[in-house]
């Protein structure tokens, strides 16, 4: 079966990049997304890739995916106070069905 | 890994029924489970949080008399939607946490896509 992941914790000094990793099993996904939730809130949608795309960057984001080693990264530039949350990765089948990781909690060091 | 299942995973009826979409933790005890509703390709809204044994918790603009929440035991929860039209075609997503807020791990069922007629 479908299987994502992602470790949980993750520090970064405020300015430096941060980089989230993800790591998935079923490669037959259609399109790959990035979430955001701050506490007591939604998951926001930050950005998506689609399976046959390498690289896609928007702004301070840049997601990279290796399909040969099955692995999703998203890296933020500059990382600011505010971007401290919980981020999730997803793989999306085109079957309206979703797996998500079990988020990274991203903790920005002043 | 822990497993969390809905059903049914598409349902479609007619407008002015109720439907009821089941969230179940299969391998853990959820303490707390969360409701979202997803548009294509776009965010995940929270809908409510449910604790088991107590009435759920809604976030602001979601009408608790429509969207009925229910957490009877530590691994199921369910979601009614009473009266349902159109505009509520949409896919359910819930999650399922052994702590008490979203900030704990969740882990999330595949979703309950929605058509109503």
């Known amino acids: 079966g479908e299987d994502v992941e992602q470790s949980l914790f993750l520090s970064v000094r405020e300015g430096d990049s941060s980089v989230i990793n993800c790591t998935y099993t079923d490669s037959s996904s259609t399109y790959l997304y990035w979430y955001k939730q701050e506490p007591g809130a939604g998951l926001q949608l930050l950005t998506y890739i689609f399976s046959n795309m390498d690289m896609k960057q928007d702004q301070r984001l840049t997601v990279l995916l290796n399909k040969k080693d099955k692995h999703l990264s998203l890296r933020i530039a500059d990382t600011q106070t505010g971007d401290s949350a919980i981020y999730f990765c997803?793989?999306?089948?085109?079957?309206?069905?979703?797996?998500f990781g079990t988020g990274t909690r991203l903790t920005i060091i002043p | 890994g822990a497993v969390v299942s809905q059903h049914p995973s598409r349902v479609i009826c007619k407008s002015g029924t109720s439907v009821k979409i089941e969230c179940r933790s299969l391998d853990f005890q959820a303490t707390t489970m969360f409701w979202y509703r997803q548009f294509p390709k776009q965010s995940l809204m929270l809908m409510a949080t449910s604790n088991e044994g107590s009435k759920a918790t809604y976030e602001q603009g979601v009408e608790k008399d429509k969207f009925l929440i229910n957490h009877a035991s530590l691994t199921l929860s369910t979601l009614t939607v009473t009266s349902a039209h159109p505009e509520d075609s949409s896919f359910y997503i819930c999650?399922?946490?052994?702590?008490?807020?979203?900030?704990?791990?969740?882990?999330f069922g595949p979703g309950t896509r929605l058509t109503v007629l």
């Open positions: 999650s399922a946490s052994t702590g008490a807020s979203s900030t704990d791990t969740q882990y």
């Open positions: 997803a793989e999306d089948f085109g079957n309206e069905k979703l797996t």
